[in-house]
């Protein structure tokens, strides 16, 4: 390139679009000629037209195919489903199990309406179990008729909750945000 | 979920996590949506493919190299989305500015910078549709010349003339004496 010619409209785009191995020339020949200087200032004006258009609003959202509404899966997985099944069965022979030793460990309050309700229920089992040895069935052993407390219940029940829902956070920690 | 970075929120959509790629579309949306609106000057459609643009990218998620920018990726799929579609209608959209104009601000207080934006989508909107792309690659999405080739898989050369063309075209839109 020659210092007395004039730049190209190639040059000039090339150096304002950072393509050019020959920036120190092109300096030097715009720091010496007013002319090629005004046509790169203009070029680089229509550069910042160009680029200073704003940007237009959206009038729709275009992430609601998205969203979980929308896009959830309409059931849960099948291992999810048994897992919490499974889960539901163990926690309701966690508190038939646990149920009579915490009644002999914790002193027993008087709670009439829960005890005669569980005696109540007690009982019906143990008619039941009657009815079906009529049937010529194995011999199943009695349960042990156990007084329980308004208290041990309650504890039973919320020890029991609690693990619950906590079972359930772990499970469904992915899909919880 | 605001606090994630888009990396963050890719691993998540990548493992099925919808909400999270509905939060990367929060987040890019406008942009795309203008990208494609600048190469098509049409709402309706520039809506659909900033749509389609977005449907893709989710098919393609688990291609999606986790070194890579999410806003950069997903303009550039957007414009060539929009430059398959003019491609394949061979149609020339003419500019509204009626229908078109900017809506974001308020016209007492900027309408002169309205008016001006007007006149440079116009100006685009006039553009050849590979021009419209070129420009829209090099000006509003900062690719090099040989990004711009391979992106469209076009030879250099036909960067630069189309580049410095359509710089040439807007030049005198712009600048004729009314």
């Avoid at chain 1, 000039?12 to 010496?32: G, K």
């Avoid at chain 2, 898989?153 to 030049?171: G, T």
């Amino acid at each position: 390139m020659h210092l007395t010619d004039h730049l190209t409209d190639v040059q000039l785009n090339e150096y304002l679009d950072n393509e050019t191995a020959e920036r120190a020339q092109i300096e030097l020949h715009i720091s010496s000629c007013d002319e090629c200087a005004a046509r790169l200032t203009t070029l680089q004006d229509l550069f910042s037209e160009i680029e200073s258009l704003p940007e237009l609003a959206l009038s729709r959202n275009f992430a609601a195919p998205f969203t979980r509404t929308s896009s959830l899966p309409a059931q849960l997985p099948r291992w999810l489903t048994l897992t919490a099944t499974l889960q539901a069965a163990l926690a309701l022979v966690a508190i038939m199990v646990a149920a009579p030793f915490i009644a002999n460990l914790l002193p027993s309050i008087e709670a009439p309406s829960f005890t005669d309700f569980f005696v109540q229920i007690q009982s019906q089992w143990t008619a039941w179990l009657d009815i079906l040895s009529q049937l010529q069935m194995p011999t199943l052993p009695e349960i042990p008729v156990v007084e329980l407390s308004s208290l041990v219940i309650t504890l039973t029940l919320a020890g029991v909750s609690m693990l619950w829902l906590v079972g359930n956070g772990l499970l469904l920690r992915n899909q919880i945000k | 979920m605001t606090a994630l970075t888009d990396r963050d929120l890719i691993v998540r959509a990548m493992r099925g996590d919808h909400d999270a790629f509905g939060e990367l579309v929060t987040r890019y949306q406008t942009g795309v949506f203008n990208v494609c609106y600048r190469i098509l000057h049409e709402r309706g459609e520039a809506e659909d493919l900033a749509q389609e643009s977005f449907m893709r990218a989710y098919d393609r998620l688990n291609t999606f190299d986790l070194e890579r920018e999410f806003g950069p990726w997903i303009r550039r799929v957007a414009a060539n989305l929009c430059l398959n579609h003019l491609e394949s209608q061979k149609v020339t959209t003419q500019f509204n500015e009626e229908r078109d104009a900017d809506e974001t601000q308020r016209p007492e207080a900027v309408a002169e910078v309205r008016e001006r934006s007007e006149q440079i989508r116009g100006a685009l909107a006039s553009l050849p549709a590979q021009y419209r792309v070129v420009v829209e690659l090099r000006h509003y999405q900062e690719l090099s010349y040989d990004e711009i080739a391979a992106e469209l898989k076009i030879p250099l050369s036909d960067v630069k003339s189309h580049l410095f063309r359509a710089r040439k075209i807007l030049a005198e839109k712009l600048h004729a004496p009314d």
